[in-house]
């Protein structure tokens, strides 16, 4: 099993482009997440999804907008890449929500964005 | 406004000795609170949890205690190991919720 995989694991952007990053999970799980983590401000939820065909915001979703067409891929968007999206992103996925206690997400490697 | 907080940076300690992370939180409805410790150029992985109906828990050289009146969460290592070294995150949840809050994470570095 190759967990969670997510492509790319680097990119420069340049102010207004636009891209997709991808998060790929074989663990059949229903739960994806999408988090950014910056200096200082620990890991935050930018979107998550509760299974195929759902999506739903989290604690900073503006400049961003996600799909999750099928189960294993989720799927995070930049329409008009600014310098503050610049950080690292990670995915995670988990069987059960986070709150039942009974099942921990697993985090994917990151992707490092750089927007000049 | 931060959920979780963890208000050390950095923590520094040798190896052998005990290393304990402190983490606070303010919304009394987290009933569910994890640890997560990241390597550089890796994503997190899980490494102990709690419920709230519990006031420790332990794992071989982990062990995380709670105290719910003070809204207070630690982690203690023991004895810390080199290898040891990596940023922790705690993290918390409430029930029937699909989010985990997480802190800002405290850097950990174990020395010889």
């Known amino acids: 099993n190759a967990g969670v995989t997510q492509t790319p694991k680097f990119r420069v952007l340049k102010t207004g482009q636009s891209m997709t990053l991808l998060c790929a999970q074989d663990?059949?799980?229903?739960?994806m997440y999408w988090y950014r983590q910056d200096p200082g401000m620990g890991l935050r939820l930018i979107h998550y999804?509760?299974?195929?065909?759902?999506?739903a915001k989290g604690e900073v979703p503006d400049g961003y907008n996600v799909s999750r067409l099928k189960k294993q891929n989720f799927l995070l968007g930049l329409e008009s890449a600014a310098p503050s999206q610049t950080s690292v992103y990670f995915c995670?996925?988990?069987?059960?929500?986070?709150?039942?206690?009974?099942?921990?997400?697993?985090f994917g490697p990151g992707t490092r964005l750089l927007v000049l | 406004d931060q959920q979780v907080k963890q208000n050390s940076p950095s923590l520094s300690v040798q190896e052998g000795r005990i290393s304990i992370l402190n983490c606070d939180y303010t919304n009394s409805m987290f009933d569910y609170f994890l640890w997560y410790k990241k390597y550089p150029a890796e994503g997190p992985t899980f490494l102990i949890s709690i419920s709230s109906i519990k006031d420790k828990n332990e794992d071989g050289r982990f062990t995380v205690f709670l105290n719910k009146s003070a809204k207070h969460l630690s982690l203690h290592i023991v004895p810390s190991q080199p290898g040891d070294s990596a940023v922790y995150f705690c993290?918390?949840?409430?029930?029937?919720?699909?989010?985990?809050?997480f802190g800002t994470g405290t850097r950990l570095q174990v020395f010889p």
């Open positions: 663990m059949n799980h229903e739960y």
């Open positions: 999804s509760v299974g195929e065909g759902t999506t």
């Open positions: 993290a918390a949840s409430a029930s029937n919720t699909d989010k985990l809050i």
């Open positions: 995670a996925s988990s069987f059960t929500p986070a709150g039942t206690g009974g099942e921990t997400q697993y």
